[in-house]
């Protein structure tokens, strides 16, 4: 998705004052079977939800997440994908490259820090933006925590204890000091001189509770700092409490964010997909690659085929002779040189210490493998035998090297492009795969060039190759490396001439692929076993019935 996907606006009449509004197609994770979809996403009102197409947003949504209480997670290894997330709800979500990807995760953000729930580090250990109370007595006290609130709870009764203490002595004091005012009434507020009150005390009755008031005024004076050191110490305890239940709510929460996870390593999600991290078992890999490929086999054969307006013609046929155009052209000698192995090695025997492995057998074909990995990547080199009868092998070539037919035959594939046509006889394409989840999506940028040999043979070669314009795993697509031969050689009783009825073509296929990509090693022998056998069938079925009722080429 290009930025012109992409819509930001500012609803400066919202009642909260100009929030961003940010909509767009990004890639959602939807289940185990269907793997990521396109979904459009759009951020409102304090609301992320998602439509299955840009068409129904007026339709409802399918989804919905309150942001406030979102927490936002760039993916740890892959660059174009983020997570949303509340509680145990997440979104996987996946954008067309990273500066998309970052593009969203700046708007979330910014939109939690101005609503006061950003995830910085103050935030994450509280559940990524939930606000924590303030209160110390939302926890259960239990151990220490506990036992500070038993001691706090002593220490209040101590005051409890010290505030009637204090009550009492002072209602005794207050009492001396009324018989004071009432005993000399010429002392008044507008007195300028100090008075002595001992010494009025001493020449009056009063000096008989003289003892009785300086015991009361000491006990005051030492309750009242029993108290002060009391409060302190409950103000000690109270920061120790509040330290404490601080201490419990992060265990809890950090607690929580672990069952949270371990709720979500127990559901299918992207992250079971193909890679050295992948949390998938290799026989659930299998399965859901399998279904992946099942899945494009009915699609091709409940597709409906129009008739092709084109014919076939001598032009269109590979040439018996190299094109001159080739032969100055700067990949020449590559060429040359990787289709003239090719074709010997094709014809070569399967036996002795070369140490090719039977593993598939039905009828004229056979199939066989090398064991081979590279850097812990699976590239065994495969054979394949086969006989067919009714085509020319200069047809079977036409037909693997035209791109014109090519959707017809090859389901996998998504899109192709001519990068150059060299000559009539070798051109240079890009191709992309249909991606089958749970493994990356692939492409492949290689040269593909036809040739007669001897003895009525036919090769098409293709070899990955480079170029400037199309750079490798640049986007969301790993590059595959690639090296197939396919050599036919047509055979028909000597002394007659070859139709359709006494022809028969012996076909060789070789296939060298490195995958780009790690992905499991049982998964991807399994998947050569059971593809390539049906894919050879049905590439040789599809070249006999176009060739029905025409001329024989050969």
Not at 365 to 371: A, L, S, V
Not at 454 to 478: F, K, L, M, R, W
């Amino acid at each position: 998705m290009t930025e012109e996907n992409i819509t930001v606006s500012d609803n400066s009449d919202t009642d909260e004052g100009g929030t961003q509004e940010l909509r767009g197609h990004l890639s959602k994770w939807t289940n185990y079977i269907h793997g990521w979809q396109d979904r459009f996403i759009v951020l409102k009102d304090s609301t992320l939800s998602y439509y299955k197409s840009e068409l129904e947003s007026n339709l409802g949504c399918r989804g919905a997440l309150c942001l406030k209480k979102a927490k936002v997670k760039p993916h740890e290894f892959d660059d174009c994908r983020f997570d949303v997330s509340v509680n145990d709800c997440v979104w996987y979500l996946r954008a067309s490259n990273p500066e998309e990807k970052q593009q969203w995760i700046d708007v979330l953000e910014s939109f939690k820090v101005e609503s006061g729930y950003g995830t910085s580090s103050d935030s994450s250990s509280n559940g990524g933006g939930l606000r924590r109370h303030g209160s110390v007595t939302s926890l259960q006290s239990t151990g220490s925590h506990g036992r500070t609130a038993r001691r706090l709870t002593e220490k209040i009764q101590e005051v409890d204890t010290y505030t009637e203490l204090l009550s009492k002595q002072t209602v005794q004091l207050q009492r001396y000091f009324d018989k004071c005012v009432a005993a000399y009434p010429q002392i008044s507020d507008d007195t300028t001189e100090p008075i002595d009150a001992v010494k009025l005390a001493d020449g009056n009755d009063l000096s008989l509770h003289a003892g009785e008031i300086r015991a009361t005024s000491a006990s005051f004076r030492a309750t009242c700092g029993a108290t002060i050191a009391t409060l302190n110490h409950c103000t000690e305890l109270l920061r120790r409490r509040e330290k404490q239940a601080r201490q419990a709510e992060e265990l809890y929460m950090a607690l929580k964010n672990q069952l949270t996870e371990a709720r979500l390593a127990s559901k299918p999600g992207p992250d079971h997909e193909e890679g050295p991290h992948s949390t998938l078992p290799d026989d659930e890999f299998y399965d859901a690659v399998e279904t992946g490929f099942d899945k494009m086999e009915e699609e091709r054969c409940a597709r409906v085929v129009p008739p092709s307006v084109h014919t076939r013609d001598q032009v269109e046929l590979p040439p018996p002779a190299i094109d001159n155009r080739l032969t100055v052209h700067s990949l020449w000698s590559e060429i040359d040189r990787i289709s003239t192995e090719q074709i010997q090695a094709a014809f070569e025997g399967v036996g002795g210490e070369i140490g090719w492995q039977l593993f598939a057998e039905e009828g004229d074909m056979r199939m066989y493998r090398r064991e081979m990995e590279v850097d812990g990547m699976v590239t065994d080199p495969l054979k394949a035998m086969h006989k067919v009868r009714g085509v020319s092998a200069r047809e079977m070539c036409h037909y693997f090297f035209n791109p014109r037919y090519r959707f017809e035959w090859e389901t996998t594939l998504e899109t192709m492009n001519i990068v150059e046509e060299i000559s009539s006889d070798a051109m240079v394409f890009h191709q992309t795969f249909k991606r089958i989840w749970p493994a990356s999506q692939r492409d492949a940028l290689f040269w593909s060039h036809v040739r007669a040999s001897d003895d009525h043979t036919y090769a098409v070669t293709n070899h990955s190759t480079t170029n400037s314009e199309y750079p490798s795993n640049t986007g969301a697509c790993i590059r595959l490396f690639v090296t197939v031969c396919l050599a036919c050689r047509s055979s028909y009783p000597p002394g007659e001439q070859p139709t359709r009825d006494n022809i028969t073509t012996s076909i060789a296929y070789c296939s060298t692929v490195n995958p780009g990509g790690w992905a499991p090693a049982g998964v991807l022998r399994a998947v050569y076993k059971r593809e390539y056998p049906k894919f050879l069938k049905r590439f040789t079925s599809y070249v006999v019935e176009q060739c029905r009722g025409k001329p024989l080429a050969i």
